[in-house]
């Protein structure tokens, strides 16, 4: 199982490290876990995540569930514990900084747009692969893209499942900055140092606002999300779900059935 690494690197930033180098920091029951009571027990003025290992994380660990539990443990990683850990994130009082050492992929992507701010190492690069996996992604989530990189470029990253590299990332808007292999920890740091040096306050304030006016401008009439709920539990039930990360996993193309 993967882990978080806690330590502080300046006064008043506490940096989380996911570290789960066998499977690519892949987010597993055990991470996602410990991040959901970490974040909000946090006592800093700013927060880095980032990863071991030259990868900050390639998403959802459903690569390896047995076939005859695949649907209900993979709805279950998903629905559960990650949504608590982005929840913890999201109501993080503190500033938080996703410092991405490596490819951030999938519900990786997720939890780095999550973050307040978002550093890349140059080179690496970001996707969003659920039209090669089969599956449909939550409204939560595809809102919290919407939000950052507007509808056209939602509709590139997800649609077609590419990866994009670091610098076009930044054009797009969806990092802050990018800099060099061996410059991140550091920037990252500078920027965690300024965010804590900042009026706790102002900054606690100011996100929680910006929380309230993305959910209010965002709200769905009950009956809608509802039916959006079941449309994504129902692909993890899928025949496709299941062959694309199969297929994914085996680096081929996935023979799809629609169904």
Same mark, same amino acid.
């Given at each position: @199982?993967?882990e978080?690494?806690?330590d502080? #690197?300046?006064? +008043?930033?506490?940096r989380l490290t996911?570290s789960?180098?066998e ?7 055990a ?9 909000p ?5 700013? +927060? ?5 290992q030259? @990868?900050?994380s ?15 443990? %993979?709805e279950?990683l998903v /629905?559960?514990p990650?949504?608590a ?7 993080? #009082?503190?500033?938080t900084?996703?410092a ?8 990786g992507?997720?939890? %780095?747009?999550?973050c307040d701010? *978002?550093?890349a ?6 996707? @969003?692969?659920?039209?090669k ?6 409204h ?6 919407l939000?950052a ?7 590139e990253?997800?649609?077609l499942g590419?990866?994009i590299? %670091?610098?076009?990332?930044l054009?797009?808007?969806l990092?802050n900055?990018?800099v ?12 965690a140092?300024e965010?804590?040096s900042?009026?706790p306050l102002s900054i /606690?304030?100011n996100?929680?606002?910006?929380r309230?006016?993305? +959910?209010?401008?965002? %709200?769905?009439d009950p009956?809608?999300? *509802?039916?959006?709920i079941?449309?994504?539990?129902a692909?993890? /039930? ?8 199969r297929a994914?996993?085996e680096k ?6 629609? *169904?």
């Amino acid at each position: @199982m993967g882990e978080v690494l806690v330590d502080e #690197p300046a006064d +008043a930033v506490v940096r989380l490290t996911i570290s789960n180098p066998e499977k690519r920091n892949a987010l597993d029951r055990a991470i996602l876990d410990r991040l959901a009571e970490l974040l909000p027990a946090i006592d800093a003025r700013c +927060a880095i995540i980032t990863g071991t290992q030259g @990868m900050f994380s390639s998403g959802y660990d459903i690569g390896e569930i047995p076939d005859d539990v695949f649907a209900e443990e %993979a709805e279950k990683l998903v /629905a559960h514990p990650f949504t608590a850990a982005i929840r913890a994130l999201d109501e993080a #009082p503190y500033a938080t900084v996703a410092a991405l050492s490596g490819h951030a992929i999938g519900g990786g992507l997720e939890l %780095a747009v999550s973050c307040d701010l *978002r550093i890349a190492r140059d080179g690496i690069r970001l996707g @969003m692969p659920p039209a090669k996996l089969g599956l449909v992604y939550s409204h939560t989530g595809l809102r919290r893209f919407l939000s950052a990189i507007g509808e056209p470029r939602t509709r590139e990253l997800f649609l077609l499942g590419r990866t994009i590299e %670091a610098r076009t990332a930044l054009a797009w808007g969806l990092v802050n900055d990018v800099v060099g292999e061996h410059e991140l920890a550091e920037a990252a740091l500078d920027v965690a140092v300024e965010l804590a040096s900042n009026a706790p306050l102002s900054i /606690a304030g100011n996100k929680r606002v910006l929380r309230e006016l993305l +959910a209010a401008s965002a %709200a769905l009439d009950p009956d809608v999300e *509802r039916e959006l709920i079941a449309l994504r539990r129902a692909c993890f /039930a899928s025949e496709d779900l299941r062959e694309g990360v199969r297929a994914f996993a085996e680096k081929r193309p996935a023979r799809w059935k629609g *169904r």
